[in-house]
């Protein structure tokens, strides 16, 4: 017999490299807008019990302080320390994630080309749906569009923070065979 039942998908942020070391290689405006629509996504997660992990790349020091003032505030959170690009490298992040039941990922951070990318890789890898937002990312080179192709053909992708909010997906409710 076949029913039909309601699930949530259950979404997750994945917070990568927020660090100073990286963050002291952007201009001033675009480190200050970036840090400031971070801030926004932190607050509605408070608001709407979304869980986050910040990934830290070992040894350049923590998440900026500004952030994790916000982070901390939130029911469920983590830090993880990650030895390379990929967050997915140990096992330590999906372990947290399966334990909060998270199905669809939500990138935000710095270094596109490489540890962003290499996350969503690894999330894709691990059978996570990705959620990538452009102005929730940067890169150190001129932009994140020319990587933005590779997100489109990979991933759930939206230009601006305030569209993924105004599609409602957060809310959307799908229906599994079981």
């Not at 039941?101 to 749906?129: M, P, Q, W, Y």
Request: overall charge neutral.
């Amino acid at each position: 017999m076949l029913e039909i039942i309601a699930a949530k998908e259950q979404y997750g942020v994945l917070l990568i490299d927020m660090q100073e070391r990286f963050l002291d290689k952007f201009r001033d405006s675009k480190k200050k807008n970036l840090i400031k629509r971070q801030i926004r996504l932190l607050k509605y997660s408070r608001i709407s019990d979304l869980p986050l992990v910040a990934l830290e790349f070992a040894e350049l020091g923590g998440t900026i302080q500004e952030l994790r003032d916000h982070i901390n505030l939130l029911k469920r959170h983590a830090y993880i320390v990650k030895d390379g690009n990929n967050g997915f490298f140990e096992d330590r992040l999906i372990e947290q994630l399966m334990y909060w039941r998270i199905t669809n990922l939500i990138l935000t951070g710095v270094n596109t080309s490489a540890c962003v990318r290499d996350t969503a890789e690894g999330a894709l890898k691990h059978d996570f749906c990705v959620t990538y937002i452009d102005d929730l990312v940067a890169d150190f080179e001129s932009g994140n569009h020319k990587y933005f192709g590779w997100f489109l053909n990979n991933c759930l992708c939206f230009d601006r923070y305030d569209d993924f909010f105004q599609s409602k997906l957060l809310n959307q409710r799908t229906f599994k065979k079981i």
